[in-house]
């Protein structure tokens, strides 16, 4: 703040005086968006540093031999498309990604309406009790997930024969392996959904209920027309930020199943570690994760795009 | 936020409308109300059996979490040294105070820069801040897994290699979008009038944002906190790439570098550190919560 | 000094024993150095705390005499928290001076690796040759890059149950590889046929070998020595790729595909963890590991640990390779403090302090040169039961071969094999999918074809 005020200082008098000349007027306006860029100026400086100098870096050593001696172009990305086990990682990562938020979204929106229905003093314990594996940092509860699906210890396990059904190997067979990891994942970011849609719901005017109550409308009709529309932008948001999360996922696969059994479950951060960190061709590893790029650029401009487009008929 | 978290409104409806209707929308309700508490149990289950087993094998002794012949679900002698040991011996103490560190740093951080940078892009305007203020949510289209291969050279060029001070540093790139983005929400909401009007009064920017934005958006502003905490305190990819030392590690690492050995996992105190550790969310959630659904509320649906 | 004095009372007092381990990472700093500054970065020890603090207290000893003020960090490869650090640390040029390097690590770094020829020279005079697995590897364009070390240096022969192998398959191992330099009745037939069939029955009276093939390292260097002890190399020596139209890779795989009818699908996902447990658990008869799983038997499930006895995995039609995992001391390029660096990698590759590291892991660590092993008593009297991991190491009698997986391929292309576990994988593919033989050795070749890209 104290660096702020100096810098302030010679426009309070401007500002004091009421605007009489138009060249005063200009004058304030430059003077406002030159404190507006200092202001913006730490931002720039977070982005611009640590994450706008390394991508285009990163891009940079993409573009590299496996060596880092020598500059190859596309090659890294062309190569990689060409690999079996890339094109499955893609469709996993798709997989993944989308399967998770998807019940994500749903299970979010399902207990948001239910805590929204329950009277007020009863919901915070309900919300407080739901809200709890979005407070275990993830890396620990996978951890504990784990534990749950170990071949020798798995407690699930334990419950699944006493219900007299052959033990499963939660993450030794693929399917059942890429089944878990989303588990958990839906597990730990349901919780997410379930606050943001809560919030939304509680910004929906009350009045609006009531007039489509008045109208006859049904419990179906008005979540359609009342509650979806309002929430859309919300919506919209969520669902993108935990797709963007969800995409980039590294620590539940990793700690989970490590990509296995048979790359099955890696997606393209982890898989990205196996082949820049682990295997030491660190230009194809940034070539992996670099694939995440375009695939998230093209459904944000959309999503946003119609942000934008609902906030200003709203607004209008 | 106070107002906004009363549902009970349809209730109290309607006055003048017909009797058979309100009928109607009691039965309605009550099935809702049935279903809803199903609904909640259900899930409520699926979410809590995790931490259940946590809290069960963090009481139980090694001899008892090795022993296959037993319920795995229940704990028959119950024992609190695990949570002893953690407090009183090795580095847990020493990893909660790194994260303990590294969060409120970064809260601190963010805070400042977000709040700022919301400020000016939301109220003041410059050229580009347009872009900006909706290039700052597509910095999360940058994944940790790319970046820090890159950051590796920046961090080893700084000198901060293994090195808490690095992860205070790093950290704000995946809070400050979002907490950006959330208040540039709550300050547009704020209406054009009371800036004006403060002008008029021969406030500085600064003064406006200290004496009216900031009150008047502090809802939005503690969810903003709140999200910057739960994201500082929960990060896994960035210290396990960048720290070595166990004095120099936080929780989420720590945890998993010092209590397993080899093949041998010291359950019982994991479990016992994982839920200390997620001791400190629960709470600022259980006392937080409704200011952080009503920050939301504005700042989001704004967008 | 005084405070990792203190620090080492608490630990023994806690008598929590493994965990101390943990409890010791914090920095051990040794003030008014002369000799200046070294940061060590050592493998974190499977065996526990014992063995990390033998090697503490030697680099103690060593630095207080010497005046040099040293941090050691132990760093797992739980995760392969071990490869990041390598990989960050090369990125960042900073970290530690030392850091303990697996496998084809060095072959990975080595450009910014200091040779190490002047000490590597000294020790061979006077201890004579290094064992060819570790020289292949440390070795490179004929200038040592690192120092073969003692800790961490393992064989993965079998670790497998007296009783149950008794009992259920028929074999006396301990009658098959005494603990003295002879073989017993049985062990020229220990090949992968016989194993197959103590496999079969030891699964079918419900304690199945516990054989990972995941993309770790006990996974990879197990299957590594069968493909190897069967003469099939996937990449020859000079690099060409030799999967397709090679029937000794057929004639493998062939044998995994039997072989895995036997072994839990789970182990498909096994971590290097796995396989350990199940033996600790009491569930398994046989796994492929060096004496951590019974290390910690002893400690949490002594009925099992006093029925373990190691030797030698089975061999071959082309041979007997004993799956072999060594570590190396590597000195950073970016070290500020290279001579003083070499002195104490040469001062703990002296018989006196391997002698040590041996007692302390319980015979786990294996020093790589051939004539220690004679002369270091350990292996025989390690119990119980007495003489237990005697035939771990490969003596000379065993007519066995340590083997690094995917030698010898070249080490750009193995380093690549290795870390992704393709031989696992194919396994996988055949026995979980049920894919042709013809589409996993494609999948393979272009699997492979990928790594040879410079």
């Given amino acids: 703040m104290a660096d702020g005020n100096v810098i302030t200082a010679p426009g309070v008098p401007a500002a004091v005086a009421p605007p009489r000349k138009a060249s ?10 030159t404190l507006a860029f200092l202001m913006a100026l730490p931002l720039l400086a977070v982005i611009g540093g640590l994450v706008a100098y390394p991508f285009f870096y990163a891009i940079y050593l993409s573009m590299l031999n496996k060596r880092m001696t020598s500059f190859v172009g596309i090659d890294n990305f062309s190569f990689l498309l060409t690999r079996e086990t890339f094109q499955e990682v893609i469709w996993q990562s798709v997989l993944f990604a989308v399967g998770a938020v998807v019940a994500k979204a749903l299970i979010g929106f399902i207990l948001a309406h239910v805590l929204h229905a329950l009277p007020a003093k009863g919901q915070r314990k309900w919300r407080g009790m739901l809200l709890v594996p979005w407070v275990i940092p993830p890396a620990i509860s996978t951890l504990a997930w784990w534990w749950l699906f170990d071949p020798s210890y798995s407690a699930v396990n334990w419950l699944v024969s006493a219900v007299g059904v052959p033990p499963v190997a939660w993450l030794g067979e693929p399917s059942w392996a890429r089944f878990s990891v989303i588990l958990v994942n839906v597990w730990y970011g349901a919780p997410f959904f379930m606050i943001m849609y809560l919030a939304a719901l509680k910004s929906v005017p009350d009045q609006l209920y009531e007039a489509a109550a008045i109208d006859g409308a049904t419990g179906w009709q008005k979540l359609r027309h009342v509650t979806v529309p309002m929430m859309a932008n919300i919506i919209a948001i969520t669902v993108l930020f935990s797709l963007i999360v969800t995409f980039a996922n590294f620590d539940i696969v990793r700690i989970l199943t490590n990509g296995g059994p048979q790359d099955k479950t890696h997606i393209f951060g982890t898989y990205a570690f196996q082949v820049g960190i682990q295997s030491g061709d660190i230009p194809l590893g940034s070539a992996v994760s670099l694939f995440m790029f375009p695939i998230l650029a093209v459904f944000a401009v959309f999503v946003l795009r119609g942000v934008t487009r609902r906030s200003k008929e709203m607004a209008g | 936020m106070s ?14 409308s017909a009797q058979r209707k309100i009928g109607s929308i009691k039965r309605e309700r009550r099935w809702a109300l049935i279903g809803a508490y199903v609904a909640l149990a259900v899930f409520v289950l699926f979410f809590l059996v995790p931490p259940f087993h946590m809290l069960m094998t963090s009481l139980k002794s090694s001899a008892e979490i090795a022993d296959l012949s037993g319920n795995p679900w229940i704990v028959s002698a119950p024992t609190l040294e695990n949570y002893r040991e953690l407090l009183t011996q090795g580095n847990y103490v020493l990893h909660f105070r790194n994260s303990v560190i590294v969060t409120l740093a970064v809260v601190a951080i963010t805070m400042v820069i977000s709040t700022l ?22 910095t999360y289209l940058v994944p940790e897994t790319l970046l820090f291969i890159p950051l590796f050279q920046i961090i080893g060029g700084l000198g901060l290699y293994n090195n808490l001070l690095a992860m205070i540093l790093i950290y704000p790139t995946l809070t400050v979008p979002f907490c ?115 920050g939301l509320t504005a700042g989001a649906t704004k967008g | ?131 060819e697995a570790s020289e292949y590897l440390a070795k490179i364009g ?11 240096s393992q064989f993965k022969g079998s670790a497998a149950r007296i009783d149950l192998m008794k009992q259920h398959a028929g074999i006396d191992v301990q009658a098959m590889y005494p603990a003295e330099n002879r073989l017993g009745p049985g062990a020229d037939q220990w ?42 190399d996937l990449v020859d020596a000079k690099g060409n790729i030799t999967i397709r139209n090679n029937d000794k890779v057929r004639q493998v795989m062939d044998y995994a595909k039997r072989l895995f009818q036997h072994i839990p699908n789970e182990m498909f996902a096994a971590d290097d963890a796995t396989n350990n447990r199940a033996l600790i658990s009491g569930r398994s008869a046989l796994i492929f590991n060096p004496p951590s799983a019974w290390a910690v038997a002893k400690r949490d499930a002594p009925d099992v640990a006093r029925n373990v006895w190691h ?56 020093p790589p040169f051939a004539s220690m092993t004679e002369e270091i008593r350990v292996w025989r009297d390690v119990e119980p039961p007495r003489g237990t991991v005697y035939n771990y190491p490969v003596r000379p009698h065993h007519k066995a071969t340590p083997n690094v997986a995917f030698a010898p391929a070249p080490a750009e292309i193995a380093v690549q094999m290795y870390n992704q576990g393709i031989q696992a994988k194919m396994i996988a593919r055949m026995v979980q999918n049920n894919e042709p033989i013809d589409r996993v050795l494609g999948w393979a070749t272009q699997e492979v074809e990928g790594f040879k890209r410079g």
């Fill in chain 1, 24 to 33: 005063t007027l200009q004058r304030v306006a430059r003077r406002r968006s």
């Fill in chain 2, 3 to 16: 107002g906004a978290s009363l549902p009970a409104g349809a209730t109290a409806t309607a006055a003048p």
């Fill in chain 2, 117 to 138: 940078a919301a400020f000016s892009l939301a109220r003041m305007r410059f050229w580009g801040s347009a872009t900006l203020a909706t290039g700052v949510f597509l």
């Fill in chain 2, 180 to 294: 950006t983005w959330i208040m540039i929400g709550y300050f547009s909401s704020i209406p054009k009038e009371l800036d004006e009007a403060a002008l008029i009064d021969g406030a500085n920017h600064f003064q406006m944002l200290w004496k009216i934005f900031i009150p008047v958006a502090l809802p939005g502003i503690l969810a903003a906190t709140i999200f910057a905490f739960t994201v500082s305190w929960a990060q896994f990819l960035y210290p396990m790439a960048f720290l070595v030392s166990s004095d120099q590690m936080v929780l989420t690492v720590g945890i998993v570098s010092d209590l397993i050995r080899g093949d041998t996992f010291a359950w019982g105190k994991i479990m016992a550190g994982a839920l200390m550790a997620a001791a400190p969310p629960l709470l600022v959630y259980a006392f937080l919560m409704d200011y952080y659904i009503a």
């Fill in chain 3, 1 to 131: 000094m005084a405070a990792s004095g203190i620090g080492r009372r608490a630990a023994l007092r806690a008598g929590a024993g493994v965990f101390a381990g943990g409890a010791l990472a914090a920095p051990m700093v040794h003030a008014q150095g002369t000799g200046g500054r070294l940061a060590l970065g050592f493998w974190d020890h499977w065996v526990g705390a014992a063995a990390n603090d033998a090697i503490r207290a030697v680099v103690n000893d060593w630095a207080q005499k010497n005046r040099v003020e040293v941090v050691l960090d132990f760093i797992t490869s739980v995760g392969n928290k071990n490869l990041i650090t390598i990989a960050a640390e090369a990125q960042a040029r900073q970290g530690h001076d030392i850091l303990s390097f697996p496998t084809w690590e060095i072959h990975n770094h080595h450009r910014q690796l200091e040779p190490v020829d002047d000490v590597m020279g000294r020790l061979g005079q006077k201890y004579g040759a290094v064992n």
């Fill in chain 3, 142 to 152: 004929g200038k040592w890059m690192a120092v073969p070390q003692t800790v961490g």
């Fill in chain 3, 191 to 232: 090949n992968w046929e016989t194993f197959l069939t103590a496999a079969q029955k030891c699964k079918d009276a419900g304690f199945p070998f516990a054989l990972p093939a995941g993309t770790f390292t006990d996974a990879t260097d197990w299957i590594g020595a069968m493909f190897r002890s069967y003469g099939a």
């Fill in chain 3, 311 to 366: 030797f030698p995995s089975p061999m071959g039609p082309a041979g007997h390779p004993v799956p072999h995992l060594p570590y190396f001391y590597g000195i950073w390029s970016f070290s500020r403090n290279k001579p003083t660096a070499k002195v104490l990698l040469e001062h703990l590759s002296q018989t006196e302090q391997v002698q040590k590291l041996v007692e302390a892991s319980s015979g786990y660590d294996i």
